[in-house]
């Protein structure tokens, strides 16, 4: 299958730090998902993608949709202790009807 | 408005049981997805149905069944469960793909050992 690659795998950073990730493939895609998991739960949806160049916010969490369509970004400004959990980047290939998942950023926020 | 429900949230099976695992959509959406989750492996998906009366293959669907009963509901089957098949499974439903979303929205798990 189409593969995304997601980094960093994990991250652990101080409260108030800004934080950020990203996913590329090889591969053009028409959409971009972000989605975070807490422990025990299905991922929520947090912000979606669908124009080239997009940079879309959800409080402290801004996404852009990489200008190539190769790419995706998520940045969390002044992380908070909730804000640990585990990010999906989730991508739609042209052509496609289902979503290729990265294989998650893992992110820990010391108080 | 409950969103997915999955039923079990638990589940131990013995190497060869079978057992079906259930799902349900109150968001009036046409397309529902099961998926599995293990380390390091992000979520691959098993077996999609992308309106009513038609299913579909995922990336990974050997070793499992799926009927969608109606609009809401979307079970997996597992005719002969194997210790390869423990994981978290989850469901999700979407609008048709093609009409203005590819947003998914996920049930809470199924975490399932097969011993």
């Known amino acids: 299958g189409q593969q995304l690659n997601q980094s960093p795998q994990s991250m652990f950073i101080q409260e108030g730090e800004d934080v950020s990730m990203n996913c590329t493939s090889s591969?053009?895609?028409?959409?971009w998902l972000w989605y975070k998991q807490d422990p025990g739960e299905g991922p929520v949806l947090l912000i979606a993608?669908?124009?080239?160049?997009e940079l879309t916010s959800n409080g402290r969490l801004t996404a852009q949709f990489g200008i190539t369509r190769k790419d995706s970004f998520l940045n969390i400004s002044a992380s908070i202790p909730s804000d640990v959990g585990i990010y999906f980047c989730?991508?739609?290939?042209?052509?496609?009807?289902?979503?290729?998942f990265g294989k998650g950023t893992m992110l820990l926020v010391s108080p | 408005n409950a969103g997915v429900t999955q039923t079990p949230k638990f589940q131990v099976l013995k190497t060869g049981q079978s057992m079906t695992l259930q799902c349900a959509q109150d968001?009036?959406?046409?397309?529902m997805y099961w998926y599995r989750q293990d380390p390091g492996m992000g979520l691959r998906l098993i077996y999609y149905?992308?309106?009513?009366?038609?299913?579909d293959k995922g990336e990974v669907p050997n070793g499992y069944n799926v009927s969608r009963l109606n609009k809401r509901e979307f079970s997996l089957r597992l005719e002969s469960a194997a210790p390869s098949q423990t994981s978290v499974y989850f469901c999700?439903?979407?609008?048709?793909?093609?009409?203005?979303?590819?947003?998914?929205?996920f049930g809470p798990g199924t975490r399932l050992t097969v011993t």
């Open positions: 993608l669908y124009k080239a160049g």
């Open positions: 149905s992308a309106s009513e009366g038609t299913t």
């Open positions: 999700a439903s979407s609008n048709l793909p093609g009409q203005g979303s590819y947003e998914q929205y």
């Open positions: 968001m009036n959406h046409n397309s």
């Open positions: 989730a991508g739609q290939l042209a052509g496609y009807s289902t979503l290729t």
């Open positions: 591969s053009i895609f028409n959409t």
